[in-house]
């Protein structure tokens, strides 16, 4: 079975830093392009960023663009987003998710998803 | 930047169908998911690439693109299919997510 579990969130003052990881079993990693999205409290969901199976396309949303990095690890099939200059709209449940699609290069659909973990920016 | 747009929310009577839709520009031209998300839950896929039900998701569950607008439909509608709806494209070098639409079983 795919798993997917995030962890790293937490209780950030604005302006600060945050990395959130996401520990994938159960499939092949190297093999799949993995996403982060995200949901305010009471909101929607916003898709964050992308990185392909191999890391060579990465995208964000603008919103965190120079802010957030995207990164993935296949010695500990992890996928990761390091968060800098937090803001309070920041704020809200991260979830990683894997695409359908092996071997992506762009977001096709995201069929397994993570428990979510809590970033809360506040002072 | 691109949009989608979904009927903030929608009500059904149990047995009933249901049809939810999703607009954008262009939409037809572009492959359109949809997710499934209850209260506390993590969101999960209902349908991909417009049409197409992964495993163990009820028959029940169909959708269709077309034009600027995709449409997913939940015939025979149960009590447990009471959640929010979103549907999902690329953009621009972007993923959008529709609004979402909370479906109410009554």
């Known amino acids: 079975d795919v798993h997917l579990v995030e962890s790293g969130g937490g209780l950030v003052k604005p302006g600060g830093s945050l990395r959130l990881s996401c520990a994938a079993s159960g499939f092949s990693f190297n093999l799949f392009s993995m996403t982060w999205v995200r949901q305010a409290p009471g909101k929607g969901l916003e898709w964050v960023s992308f990185?392909?199976?191999?890391?060579?396309?990465?995208y964000y949303v603008d919103s965190v663009k120079g802010r957030f990095t995207i990164s993935r690890d296949s010695a500990t099939n992890s996928v990761y987003l390091h968060m800098n200059s937090l803001r309070a709209e920041d704020t809200g449940v991260y979830y990683c998710?894997?695409?359908?699609?092996?071997?992506?290069?762009?977001?096709?659909?995201?069929?397994?998803w993570g428990q979510g973990s809590l970033v809360t920016v506040s002072s | 930047s691109y949009d989608l747009t979904q009927p903030p929310a929608l009500s059904v009577s149990p047995g009933q169908t249901v049809t939810i839709t999703c607009s954008g520009d262009g939409l037809g031209d572009k492959y359109t998911s949809w997710y499934q998300q209850k209260p506390g839950q993590s969101p999960v896929l209902v349908i991909y690439?417009?049409?197409k039900r992964p495993s163990g998701i009820p028959e029940r569950f169909s959708g269709s693109n077309s034009g600027i607008t995709a449409t997913l439909t939940i015939s025979g509608t149960q009590a447990t299919d009471e959640a929010d709806y979103y549907c999902l494209a690329w953009g621009i070098r972007h993923v959008v997510f529709g609004g979402g639409t909370k479906l109410t079983v009554v």
């Open positions: 998710a894997r695409d359908g699609v092996e071997g992506a290069t762009t977001p096709f659909y995201f069929d397994h």
């Open positions: 990185i392909s199976s191999n890391g060579a396309y990465i």
């Open positions: 690439q417009d049409a």
